[in-house]
């Protein structure tokens, strides 16, 4: 939880840090619809390219980035492995018989200890789980001996199965860092004028850009404030004995009863604070508000606009073609 960077801002000195925040959410948009218009794996790449060309242009730890990315990383690998195992189309590159035997058992009930155990003792857990998954293979694919509790089976990629799983990673790591640049060059307070000054126009028809804007900032500024909550709850749970990642289900479940409960009481806290905070400062919903810096388009925001659009242009011209 303490790797999240969704919703975080950074101070820095980068040049995205210079533009004006309409400029980046639109810019951001458009890409990420130029993103949603590609087609092949090859086009996504090169787009992926152009998003680290990206961080280091405007001085974006990329490390902090992939950091940023382990909390979904079982999603990103269970969308590869899904792609794989359903998608069977076009031709045939790997096709391995495997064997389920009683021996078969005991040597993947052996692996699932030496994992439990050594996940014990070991930093880099997901190599570990990786070389776990690895031996699953190994094991199913060569211990052919002894009595077979099933029929046998086949372990079958297909070449377009194995791009559409790489297509759709590529695609997700291309949106996260695209977010992840906005939110990390974009103080809550500018995004929140960026996006209300995005929507003015909406209120001839009755929307509240105002309020929704607030709303959007205020929910992604509190993201990585809720979880370095929870972090804190867990390792003071954690100096008192429990374990999340020990025990049966039913003590799991127990212990993540455990954490939600302080969690809603800490954020029911932080909202009235909050709102003590806004009355204070005689917040009013719907009232004309003042600010001390207003927005003021440069020669920046124009070039990097353009960019967008050249972008967004080039991705419809493949996309017709």
Known sequence: MKNIIIGQYIPGKGLFYRLDPRTKIVSVLFIMIAVFLLQTIEQLLIALGVAIIMLLIGRISIIKVLKGLKPILVLLIFT????????????????????????????????????????RYIRYRFLLFLAFVASIFLILVYVDFGYPLVNSFSFKIYEQGLRMSAFVVV???????????????????????????????????????????????????YIPTIFDEANKIMLAQASRGADFSEGKLKDKLKQVISLLVPMFIIAFMRSEELANAMESRNFVPGEKRTR?????????????????????????VLKVI
């Open 171 to 221: 695609r997700l790591l291309i949106i996260i860092t695209l977010s992840t640049v906005l939110t990390l060059t974009t103080k809550p307070t500018d995004l929140t004028q960026g996006l209300e000054k995005l929507m003015h126009p909406l209120k001839k028809i009755g929307f509240d850009s105002e309020s929704f804007a607030l709303i959007i900032s205020i929910s992604l500024r």
């Open 80 to 119: 590869f492995i899904f792609q794989i195992m359903l998608n069977r189309e076009g031709v045939m590159i790997v096709n391995q018989e495997m064997q389920l035997t009683i021996f078969t058992a005991l040597f993947l009930l052996l692996a699932l200890i030496i994992w439990r155990i050594l996940s």
């Open 292 to 316: 001390i810096y207003e927005l003021v388009f440069s020669y920046r925001d124009v070039l990097a606009t353009t960019i967008s659009v050249l972008i967004l242009a080039g991705a419809i």
